[in-house]
């Protein structure tokens, strides 16, 4: 065994197969030896979401190769890996058991240590692939399934401040999108889209913008743009109607995090720290500014991992699982998916109609 440890990252949990492997270093940040991610976008778009036995399908027919594509990019020697790291939860099950089942096998083939990984906290230790940060720090993680505020205040120690009670920002991205006959994920054409467009031509609302804390909601929206949307006859308007949904995101994340931010202040009882944005909608320039622009005003460090690492990819798993692999802390092979697995396992569930904020 090498002696700074090298982890080898799986990722399936939707609809990225990714493979990763990752080696500590003793002063900074791990190395990332190779990142290779094989995305499904042409297998789901023309349904408009992910649909999860394709997925599950495509995972089974690309786990090989895009490892062995990893393991040779590189430029390591199977036999000097640590630990393998998989994804264990949440996500589809069918897609979990792929890269869970494939990283169980080839740690028993190996004879070295297997450690799951929670998917979500990932992406929350994803900034530490590239910066120094210490705990605690607030986490707003944006993604296609989950949109939630998280104290991570250790490893495996977090505390959710916030989620939403209804759809990710995401899923309101690409059900939006969807409605202006964008393929999916139409996040990023809705973000250029935007870009052409007058923000202040449709007023949009911005649900519990005022009540239930950081908590966060974006149905309501996807109902009004339903409306809107039957009038629009040109493309100026589609135009508009991205510029203004973009423009009501952006307020309703400029407001929610500030309140975040003063809840994570007093549990941390701290008036400066850093803030870390994580998950694909991270990637949209027009959230990042106005988030940059609310932490500093708190007095917080915004930290943004790379476009690459914002998004769903097995570095990330590794990351955890060389934090894991550090601490000993490693699983049995009988280890089962968790669809459901959650970041704070104390965290009330906030979803559904008449639901108490
Ligand atoms: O984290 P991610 O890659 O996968 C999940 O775990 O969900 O996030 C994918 C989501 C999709 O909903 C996609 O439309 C959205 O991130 N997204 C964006 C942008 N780039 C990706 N949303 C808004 N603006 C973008 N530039
Ligand atoms: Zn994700």
Do not use: R
């Given at each position: 065994m090498s002696e700074k440890p090298i982890i080898l990252g799986i990722e399936t949990s939707c609809d990225e197969t990714a493979v990763s492997l990752i080696q500590d270093k003793q002063n900074g940040t791990p190395k990332i030896l190779s990142n290779i991610i094989s995305s499904q976008f042409d297998i789901h778009k023309e349904f408009g979401g992910v649909v999860p036995e394709l997925a599950a399908r495509s995972h089974v027919e690309k786990i090989d190769l895009i490892a062995k594509k990893a393991i040779s990019d590189s430029g390591?020697?199977?036999?000097?890996?640590?630990a393998i790291a998989a994804t264990y939860g949440p996500g589809l099950i069918v897609c979990l058991s792929v890269g869970l089942s494939f990283g169980k096998g080839l740690a028993s083939t190996l004879g070295i240590p297997f450690i799951g990984i929670n998917h979500l906290e990932g992406h929350a230790l994803s900034p530490k692939l590239q910066d120094k940060i210490d705990y605690p720090y607030l986490l707003l993680l944006i993604s296609g399934g989950h949109s939630q505020y998280l104290?991570?205040?250790?490893?495996g120690d977090y505390k959710r401040l916030g989620t939403t009670i209804d759809d990710a920002l995401g899923e309101a991205f690409d059900k939006t999108a969807k409605l202006l006959g964008i393929d999916f994920p139409g996040g990023p054409k809705i973000e250029e889209f935007a870009k052409k467009g007058?923000?202040?031509k449709y007023d949009l609302p911005k649900p519990i913008i005022n009540k239930g804390g950081c908590n966060l909601s974006f149905a309501g929206l996807k109902t009004a743009i339903l409306r809107i949307v039957k009038n629009i006859k040109s493309d100026q308007e589609k135009f508009d109607l991205a510029a203004s949904f973009q423009k009501t995101i952006e307020e309703i994340l400029f407001t929610k995090t500030k309140v975040a931010l003063d809840e994570f202040k007093k549990l941390n009882s701290t008036n400066k720290g850093s803030f870390v944005v994580a998950g694909g909608?991270?990637?949209n320039k027009g959230i990042r500014k106005k988030l940059i622009e609310v932490s500093m005003q708190h007095n917080f460090k915004p930290i943004f991992p790379d476009l690459h690492l914002c998004?769903?990819?097995?570095a990330m798993i590794a990351m955890v699982g060389l934090e894991k692999f550090k601490n000993k802390q490693f699983d049995n092979l009988d280890l089962p998916a968790d669809p459901r697995l959650p970041l704070d396992a104390n965290a009330k569930f906030l979803k559904g109609a008449g639901v108490e904020l």
């Open positions: 390591i020697e199977l036999n000097k890996v640590s104290s991570v205040n250790g490893l007058n923000p202040e909608v991270a990637a998004g769903d990819n097995a």
